[in-house]
């Protein structure tokens, strides 16, 4: 039986308390079996805990273990070329004509075995652990054949066997419309994406099913036949959606009950309403946002005015958000969006837990798994205040360090 008590912290509880942060002052923590199993006021303490193995943290804040709940960490080769290409004035056409694009990234993981897409993928998890996190999600959607996409998923699973980190896995079949299928969505849908899920359900590779609905990929009756099978399946679903144009992406999802729907730049009132209803949780990705040039924010005053919950997420993937730093993540959702310091760290514990489905995480409380972040910071504001700063003291994973 594995016992411990943090004590002298400064513990940002994230609850829903109505205090800011759920902050609790000169607090403390105690962890039995990888579970929180007492949290409040050192004062307060228990009697039963004062034997536990004691550990004075001296001040220092602890937040639950970050959450990174929209990345594609797991993918073959790089686009930096295509980086370099595009501000030497190369246009889009010109990119692709050149070989670049997702065209690229699909090839380069298609020709990646699954050893090489997971010792790919490790460096950039193990950034993100680094600062903290303790769980991320990780789709598919590079590989856009059934042998490709199934080895995507099983590098991702394999990532919580390698290292110490809980890993959602997302099935994005239905992210783009492969070169052998130009011009025929439908039948890439049919002949290819719908039966890769049933497989990477059957091998236990999927806790959520996502899609893009756009105009340069899929259209909302195109994804609902996708969350059609989800729904036949029972897996949850969650939507790349409203990143380019307003197709009404949104409202299909939460009609769906979707987890999150994400990027929503260009998310109307009647979207959000539809969230509100569903209870989807809306994730921003202001990576992609920056490394775009977009000019077109979420709409993030109705979301608040309608109560949907507001995640953050790196996007973490090799054209669009090359980013693999939750901190500057939540930097850049306070200076591009607007967002408080405290919607920026709900938004990767509390919210991006909720985004995933995750019941026992985001927020310190008994029955909660011991999944904490110690900072040598004094108030939370400073986790979104700095840029290019790692303020991590240490990273409790289970309860264990």
């Given at each position: ?143 856009l054949d059934r ?102 992406g949104t409202a ?75 901190l500057l993540t ?72």
């Amino acid at each position: 039986m594995s016992q411990r008590v943090l004590t002298n912290a400064t513990l940002a509880t994230l609850t829903e308390t109505g205090e800011s942060y759920g902050l609790i002052e000169d607090g403390a923590l105690a962890i039995e079996d990888g579970k929180i199993c007492w949290c409040g006021k050192g004062l307060e303490l228990p009697e039963r805990y004062s034997d536990w193995p004691c550990d004075d943290l001296q001040g220092r804040l602890v937040t639950p273990g970050l959450i990174d709940c929209h990345t594609h960490v797991v993918f073959g080769g790089d686009r930096a070329r295509e980086f370099e290409m595009r501000l030497e004035g190369a246009s889009y056409e010109e990119v692709a004509r050149a070989g670049g694009g997702i065209v690229s990234t699909v090839k380069a993981t298609r020709e990646a075995s699954e050893d090489e897409l997971l010792q790919l993928a490790l460096p950039r998890v193990d950034a993100l652990i680094a600062e903290g996190v303790t769980s991320l999600e990780i789709k598919s959607g590079y590989g856009l054949d059934r042998d490709t996409e199934l080895r995507m998923l099983r590098a991702a699973r394999r990532i919580a066997v390698e290292r110490p980190v809980n890993v959602r896995t997302s099935f994005l079949g239905a992210h783009a419309i492969p070169p052998e299928f130009k011009d025929r969505p439908d039948d890439y849908l049919k002949e290819v994406c719908l039966p890769a899920l049933k497989a990477a359900h059957a091998e236990g590779l999927v806790d959520a099913v996502d899609g893009f609905c756009e105009g340069i990929a899929f259209s909302p009756a195109q994804i609902a036949l996708v969350f059609d099978k989800a729904r036949e399946l029972g897996i949850p679903v969650k939507l790349h959606a409203e990143q380019l144009s307003n197709l009404g992406g949104t409202a299909l999802a939460a009609s769906y009950g979707a987890l999150s729907a994400d990027h929503l730049e260009y998310l109307d009132e009647a979207g959000v309403k539809a969230m509100a209803s569903s209870g989807s949780v809306a994730v921003l990705l202001p990576g992609a946002f920056y490394t775009l040039h977009e000019t077109q924010q979420p709409p993030l005053a109705l979301l608040r005015q309608h109560k949907v919950p507001v995640a953050l997420a790196t996007d973490c993937n090799p054209g669009s958000s090359p980013l693999a730093s939750l901190l500057l993540t939540m930097n850049m959702g306070c200076t591009l969006f607007r967002m408080t310091p405290e919607e920026a760290l709900a938004g990767v514990t509390r919210e991006a837990a909720k985004a995933l489905g995750l019941n026992d995480q985001g927020t310190l409380k008994a029955g909660n798994r011991a999944d904490l972040a110690v900072w040598n910071v004094r108030h939370p504001a400073e986790l979104s205040y700095r840029i290019g700063f790692n303020a991590l003291e240490k990273r409790i994973f289970g309860g264990s360090e």
